[in-house]
């Protein structure tokens, strides 16, 4: 036997969530070069978008050209944080009533030519 038994309580429960996307062809299409990249694109979102689920929601053009470029960022940073290209540097916060430093703001930096 490959798989050990498997016991289970009467009580087990299962919940399913769903999420489903679609779009009206050719309209909401736009630039993207072929239905295969639309439909990939809009299941992408429907797995990562954590905010909406159990709903049915329309992808208009919009909404696909903000999903591919968010995406696109999420790759990008990926890629930036996997080369060490953030950098690190402290914002001083100044309280001009006083004139001094009270504090400091901790900024990560990204320089990117593309965004």
């Known amino acids: 036997m ?44 429907a797995w990562s978008d954590n905010t909406v689920i159990n709903q049915i929601t329309l992808y208009t053009q919009d909404k696909l050209e903000t999903l591919v470029r968010n995406a696109t960022i999420r790759q990008l940073l990926g890629i930036a944080i996997e080369q060490e290209a953030l950098t690190f540097v402290y914002q001083p916060q100044y309280d ?20």
């Open 2 to 45: 490959l798989l050990p038994d498997i016991h289970y309580d009467s009580t087990f429960q299962v919940n399913i969530d769903y999420h489903l996307g679609y779009l009206i062809y050719p309209q909401d299409c736009g630039q993207l070069e072929s239905f295969a990249d639309i439909t990939r694109c809009v299941a992408s979102a």
């Open 96 to 115: 001009l009533m006083n004139n001094r430093v009270v504090g400091a703001e901790a900024l990560i930096r990204w320089h990117d030519a593309e965004f």
